[in-house]
């Protein structure tokens, strides 16, 4: 998908270490992509499920209610994501969107607000971002003021080592005897029976 085709408003790019993060916000939707070498994995959430092209997906997943899913993407990353949706009273959905825009602006997140050209609403679009050396954090918020519909978003992208960790284990020198026998470790002379 390309960034023309998805509309975005605004876009971030953070590289750390071995993985790259790239965050695209537009009007009630985003796009994620973390990438690890030749291994990358793309969440888009949006309520136009047609703009997203079929070839690569993996799921979709329609998001009302409570949504959970885990995904291995290649051996390298481990991609989960929590998803809820809920439809708020109209003063409690104003309260929750001053919150997050409180909180995406604190927080240098992606921010968008826009008005819908049919509804009149005017509607907001937050993507929040915590980077840690093996792995990304990312909140997301998309508040439909037309219905009072909010919905949220947390994703983990978790990269594995790209080396196993080896454990060794020390060799134990301690003889080990039979029960049903006598003690072997005994001196004895060659040619001579145990016993």
């Not at 993407?73 to 989960?80: F, N, Q, S």
């Not at 929040?128 to 947390?154: F, I, K, N």
């Amino acid at each position: 998908m390309e960034w023309e085709q998805f509309n975005a408003t605004q876009s971030n790019t953070v590289r750390l270490g071995e993985y790259e993060l790239e965050t695209w916000l537009a009007h009630g939707a985003h796009m994620l992509r973390f990438q690890v070498g030749p291994y990358c994995a793309v969440e888009v959430i949006t309520p136009r499920p047609n703009m997203c092209p079929r070839p690569g997906r993996l799921l979709n997943i329609p998001v009302a209610g409570e949504r959970d899913h885990f995904q291995p993407i290649g051996d390298r990353i481990r991609y989960t994501v929590a998803v809820q949706t809920e439809q708020l009273r109209q003063h409690l959905f104003d309260d929750e969107t001053e919150t997050i825009l409180k909180l995406g602006e604190s927080t240098d997140g992606l921010v968008d607000q826009h008005t819908d050209p049919t509804t009149g609403s005017r509607n907001l679009s937050v993507i929040c971002v915590q980077t840690l050396r093996t792995e990304a954090h990312v909140q997301t918020w998309h508040l439909d003021a037309s219905c009072g519909l909010v919905v949220r978003g947390q994703t983990i992208f978790d990269l594995k080592p790209s080396t196993p960790i080896v454990k060794t284990r020390r060799q134990s020198t301690n003889t080990i005897l039979d029960t049903d026998k006598k003690d072997t470790t005994q001196s004895q002379l060659p040619g001579e029976p145990f016993g």
